[in-house]
């Protein structure tokens, strides 16, 4: 009785190891695409600091404050009052300044105070214009200046489905060449990213914007827009039937 026990789960498990070497996983075909498109900037970052130096840390940071409130009320009349213009000071500090004798010693020049502006606009062509007037209104520098887009989702959302119909095209393509056919997808991975036209730092000084301010006549600041790259990728896999 025992020797017939042991003959069927001996033939069982012949038969189950069988079965299970002939089941194979349903071919699949990968297939990736890229897709990009130049678009123009629609927003503009400038980046503004106001530095002032004093004996003091407070006559250094009483002298920036009213620095600062001139630029900011400035340039606040040249741009929108609404959702797509905005200023705000984006940092502030205030350091001791010192110097090295010739014999080592460190001796203590003052205090810097720094104030960092950040303003957004969309409007390109007027970025110039508030460059010229920050600088004019006291501002130190422009420390970046970045031309974006204000909503790269909806380009990023065009190129992944052309990138996707993309790849469903070229996995049909194979899988009729193979003699078979496009059975559904097993995996997709999809990215997109933007390539802005930036300039960081942006290092133009108050010196040169001061002509204005002398009596010479002058233009606004000259920017190129450029161009922004969006790009996306799709890395997709299908099952074949």
Known sequence: MKSKILLAMTLCAIVAGCFNAVVAEPGYV????SMTKEVDPNRAEVNFQIETMAQTAQAASEENKVIT?????AVKDSIKADDTDSIKTSAF???PDYSWTKDNKKVLNGYV???SIYVVTANIQNTGK?????????ATRVDGLNLTLDKPTQYCTELLQEAVKDTQFKAGSIAKTLGTSV???KSINTSCNTQGVSSSPYRLMKSAAMDS???VESVSTPIEAGKIKVYANVNASYNLK
Do not use: C, H, M, W
């Open 130 to 138: 508030i460059i010229d007037i920050a600088l004019n209104a006291g």
């Open 183 to 185: 059975s559904g997808v």
């Open 93 to 95: 500090i205030v350091r």
């Open 113 to 115: 105070a720094t104030n």
């Open 69 to 73: 409130n001139n630029v900011i009320n």
């Open 213 to 215: 301010a002398n009596g």
């Open 30 to 33: 990968s297939v990736s695409s």
